[in-house]
């Protein structure tokens, strides 16, 4: 029976539709709305926005190997409840997908499992070592979408050119984790007064604006596609935006937590602030934020990066990097809304559309003839952040007992609800 989603607004980028209205879907695929209503299920979208399923480009799904962690059940059930359609999982697992068959096992178990659906970004090298590129041409044949070592950057330039050369080739983005190791070093939390109040060692901006830096002009000589990971400094957005007034293919994305949070919340909340890249001072926030809002930054990505309780203790030194994201990204969002630094047509486009367009996916639309992906979100449902009810078996989240408004309600996948608020 055809589905007819009923008088929410409904908010389509890539359509440039902000408006009241119905919605219709018929199985897998978006349709006309249909001319007799009476004949369809009905759903009342009364309120709420309707809007093109949301996609999460940075998503650590833990398995294989850290299933004490999160696994690919778990977590799909966190991107269900958080509005997302799809997710790209991270190549950091234990083994590292490096290599076909770890691709290939992450794409079958999620299809098994149904629901949220998966998008491999495969190793660029083997073993996330940085030495010897990883079987690219196989990965993609494999089901993976994009390249990165994520979680270390991929520090030498001249294997770095090799990667980009061989994603020229095959036509997909090199997804970037700026990071300097060198000037990193041991750095916990950023570098400045914060740090040094607690007595830790900094992380510097410098460690993320010298690898940015770095990769724009390798773009130069290799004619590939770059996309810049979690971006959280103001140096590190000045060089983007002018790599794209040049007409370089740099894209980039942000995490809620860098658009909210300062250095500073580390005083309050200790080891539950320490993520990689660390929380900045206020004025990388706001260039940030505003870089988000003026399409400098295309995406926003949660990195979501559960671990358990124990990994969180033993303080900043020793405690691991990490935020969990996917349930709580929607509503975070909307407290930019609400406080008019962001649009609602800006933060669907940068969470649906932007993504599929970069990653070349499915979706990121509303069009008739399109997959019936749909994210229904109620903007006006105030609540508090409560871990406690995560689908997530990560806690890791500084943002546990604010208030934010909205909620999604209704999570819609190839026609299939795969979640609905209680």
Known sequence: M???????RIIDPSTGINEIGDLAFDGAVISQTPAAPAETEQIDASGLWVVPGLVDTHVHLREPGQEHKEDIATGLRAAAAGGFSAVLSMPNTDPANDRPEVTRLIIERARALGGSRVYPVAAATVGRQGKTLSP?????????????DD???LADSQVMEQALNACRELNVPFAQHAEDPALAAKGVIHDGAVAEQLGVPGW?????????ARDIGLLESTGARLHVQHVSTAGAV???RRAQEQGLPVTAEVTPHHLLLTDRIALEVDTMAKVNPPLRPQRHVDACVKALADGTIDIMATDHAPHT??????????????IVGLETAVPLLLSLVERGLLTPNRIIEAMSTAPCRIFGLPGGTLRPG???????????LVHRINPATFESKGRNTPFAGIEVPGKVVRTIVDGQTIFTSH
């Open 309 to 322: 309780h124990q990994d969180k203790q033993g303080g900043l030194e020793r405690a691991a990097f990490g």
């Open 370 to 380: 399109s997959p019936a992906d749909i994210t229904l979100i109620d903007p006006a």
């Open 238 to 240: 000045s060089r983007i």
């Open 2 to 8: 055809p589905v007819l989603i009923k008088g929410g």
């Open 151 to 153: 979680g270390s950057g």
């Open 204 to 212: 510097p901006a410098a460690a993320e604006e010298a690898m940015v």
């Open 136 to 148: 690219m041409a196989e990965l993609l044949a494999a089901g993976a979408v994009a390249f990165s």
